[in-house]
């Protein structure tokens, strides 16, 4: 356990579903980031909030909508997703988002778009 | 953006044995951090590099920062089946945000 949980861990919709993934963090760390990791490529940035605000959004298609509704919750909403959208999505949390902080990860929700 | 290298994407290794993984940059690097991820796990945090030509230890694992801070390695020796997974390094952007690289993915065998 690294005090970051998410829900669900596993999700299957089909591409006109509403869905949101739950992230949430106990280690009082102020910095969330959302990652994507498809099959044989690199984990790949997201989003990051720091202190509840966004302070990156990495060309991510609008159909991934985050929300930081405080330092501890983060959710990713999901609409009209592509089945190349299947993937593993990994939140994480750190103290803050400068150089060398420590992120740590949850177990992720392993998404599937039929 | 810059990216970390690393290689091999595959490493099988009999249990026993000694390897080493690398993680290059075109770039100087701030710091280096590494994680581990097991099968159907997540990234887990092992070390952070910071000075050039830093080597640090964990038990079985040796972590070192190259003297241009441009490239790392992990190095395992006595590969044990709990050794399975994927290593990742990860350097810092200009804005302070980790990029990870494709990380190599370890098959222990018995």
């Known amino acids: 356990e690294t005090g970051v949980t998410q829900t669900p861990r596993h999700l299957v919709m089909g591409m006109t579903n509403k869905k949101s993934l739950k992230c949430e963090q106990h280690l009082g760390h102020n910095a969330m980031y959302w990652y994507k990791q498809s099959a044989k490529k690199p984990l790949e940035l997201m989003f990051v909030y720091n202190f509840k605000e966004q302070t990156e959004n990495n060309s991510v298609p609008s159909r991934f909508s985050p929300e930081c509704p405080n330092s501890s919750h983060l959710f990713l909403h999901l609409h009209t997703l592509q089945p190349e959208d299947s993937a593993l999505y990994l939140c994480?949390?750190?103290?803050?988002?400068?150089?060398?902080?420590?992120?740590?990860f949850g177990p992720g929700t392993r998404l599937t778009v039929l | 953006g810059q990216q970390v290298m690393q290689i091999p994407q595959y490493q099988h290794v009999q249990e026993g044995e000694d390897f080493t993984t690398y993680c290059n940059s075109s770039?100087?690097?701030?710091?280096i951090q590494w994680y581990k991820q097991r099968p159907g796990g997540h990234p887990v945090f092992l070390i952070q590099l910071v000075k050039s030509g830093e080597v640090k230890k964990q038990k079985r694992l040796t972590f070192q920062f190259g003297e241009a801070k441009k490239n790392s390695s992990l190095h395992i020796t006595a590969t044990q089946t709990t050794d399975v997974g994927t290593y990742f390094c990860?350097?810092?952007?200009?804005?302070?945000?980790?990029?990870f690289g494709a990380g190599t993915q370890v098959v222990v065998t018995p």
């Open positions: 994480a949390s750190s103290q803050g988002d400068r150089a060398g902080d420590t992120q740590y």
């Open positions: 990860a350097r810092t952007d200009s804005w302070g945000k980790l990029q």
């Open positions: 770039t100087t690097l701030s710091n």
